[in-house]
């Protein structure tokens, strides 16, 4: 890897609003950092104005003007075909490969980004498929839940894998030592589960992990764990899911107060512990997920991002660039590996 | 079906508290649907006391003895070995069965309920396995998830006939005449989800529902479908993380109120409103899951229901068993099984 200051990838097209969001987003970060550089990627027209606005980018970030850039509802496949070299993601990632960037972040399309950044960067030794990790607000701080939405359907050893991963992503970004362990399932008893599950609960409790068992979809909130661990189908509806129910409540009780003019009052004394719970639930405040199980990092921002969102994520790049995630991933896997060997011979016999 | 008035009978052993808050809300029940009588199901030296504080029960209900109450944390196979005939629970099932009553209600053990009810009704024809039916709110008001519990995996099939049977409950319980169908998935677009999932999307499509495609998990709340289908690990961990979402919000706004004093004041002013959002949240409010695909009615309580949720449940049990749930779904189940053949046909080829 390369042994200058950190330096982060941006593909300045991904998002919904494109280069009006990710461009400001990065001046922000260079004020936040000055320690960063910044290279970003995207269509000279879209980007330029954006770049001339924020004067500090052009001191602290190169631009590379791109051909192509991805839409948000493009198929994979077509992302592939038509994107190869050419777009702004592409070459984004494609720095990260090159050693000229230390992480890659975008905006972009979920799925045409997961298979850019495999096609490019290739899998982490020791790991099958990837995991897409989110950061998960919890009563008690901040969980990792993975994976949700990268890989469809797991194997033991892919579970195994993931709670690794997990384990590495959480003492990196939450700062936890030890982090605990558990398997997302639909009841916390031994018998309860998939045949896979149960056999992921054996694998994983081989691995001399702090894995505390299963936990159901309401843990997750209370924050008993600091890994949950879950395949990317039942990830994705778990997040979103939550990210619903949270908006779905928050407009009931807008709704509630807005009926009557003692509970307007009611809001305007009460309006810091609004503001608290506001601040707390902010997508925006935890966003930044990561593909882990490359080889180089790729952090996923939600499309719908604003720039103070954007630039969260951004200082998730910069967070785990600084801690070489990946370096601590392949050390985890390497001294795993045995007991995953066993295991796997095991479930081979 | 026996046709004298409606009859439900309850195992009064289950649930966290048992006859405490069964029989008291067998009574608020009796007053509530003067039409309705009861078969009680339970251990005489616990239920008789309670049974003796409510008069109205005397003459409205039949109590029966049994030898054995099923415990919460009780195995389905233990359960039916130690319950088999002699337990409360096997009773009000088999109530239902020899025609003694319309609907079986239980607060106990899911996993045993499920289990003792397959093994008593057996399932519908035309009905590979069971699901477990909820009633979820929404912005828009309710919706039917089903399954959220009893049938872990799913083949195309059997998603297209939980879709069936959800359509009829929606019916019944919801008041929808033609209510609109959805897959939950990980994604909107066509290519996104497991092979099984693009699959059951083909044979629903076939069917002639009212089929509106995949839902994301945050579509549930925004109330986008009345009806979502899927399968029983998926759907209970969706449904537990939105009960945890809930409970984490609301702790966290308590907790942001009682912060300061300013804020308290605005709670007093703003009580009508949060009255209002605990109503709407309230889970005994909409409890009572049903498991559909049986022959014969079996609805599931919430294990931890009060008086006024166990109530709520046993009404569920009044409302399907006036409408004739059974029949509604053989009658769509007869309806749409030339399709269901044919798709079946087409898969085995």
């Known amino acids: 890897m390369l042994n200058k200051r950190i330096t982060i990838s941006v593909d300045a097209m991904g998002g919904d609003l494109g280069p009006s969001v990710t461009i400001p987003a990065i001046a922000k970060a260079c004020e936040l950092h000055p320690d960063v550089a910044f290279l970003i990627f995207g269509i000279e027209a879209d980007v330029r104005p954006f770049i001339n606005a924020h004067p500090i980018l052009l001191e602290r970030s190169e631009f590379i003007p791109c051909d192509i850039a991805i839409t948000m509802d493009e198929k994979p496949g077509s992302a592939l075909r038509r994107g190869r070299k050419v777009s702004s993601m592409w070459q984004s990632i494609d720095a990260v490969k090159a050693d000229n960037a230390h992480a890659s972040i975008s905006a972009g399309n979920t799925g045409a980004l997961m298979a850019m950044s495999k096609v490019v960067l290739r899998m982490n030794q020791g790991i099958e498929r990837p995991a897409l990790a989110a950061i998960w607000p919890t009563l008690r701080g901040e969980s990792i839940v993975l994976d949700v939405g990268a890989t469809i359907g797991c194997s033991a050893s892919q579970y195994a894998q993931f709670a690794i991963m997990g384990r590495a992503y959480a003492r990196v970004v939450l700062g936890i030592a030890d982090p605990s362990v558990a398997l997302l399932n639909l009841g916390v008893e031994d018998m309860k589960g998939t045949d896979v599950i149960k056999e992921a609960a054996e694998v994983i409790g081989e691995l001399g992990l702090n894995y505390i068992g299963f936990i159901e979809g309401d843990g997750i909130g209370r924050g008993e764990a600091d890994v949950i661990v879950t395949d990317g189908f039942t990830g994705n509806v778990a997040l979103k899911t939550a990210e619903g129910t949270a908006r779905q409540i928050t407009t009931m009780l807008s709704d509630a107060i807005k009926a009557s003019w003692m509970s307007r009052i009611g809001y305007i004394f009460a309006r810091s512990a ?76």
């Open 274 to 349: 609004f503001n608290v719970l506001k601040e707390r639930l902010d997508p925006n405040a935890s966003n930044g997920g990561i593909f882990l199980g490359l080889n180089g990092v790729v952090i996923k921002s939600h499309g719908g991002a604003d720039v103070s969102g954007f630039t969260s994520a951004i200082e998730v790049a910069i967070e785990v660039s600084k801690a070489k995630i990946n370096q601590i991933i392949s050390r985890d896997i390497d001294d795993m590996q045995i007991v995953l060997e066993n295991a796997w011979a095991e479930r081979l016999e």
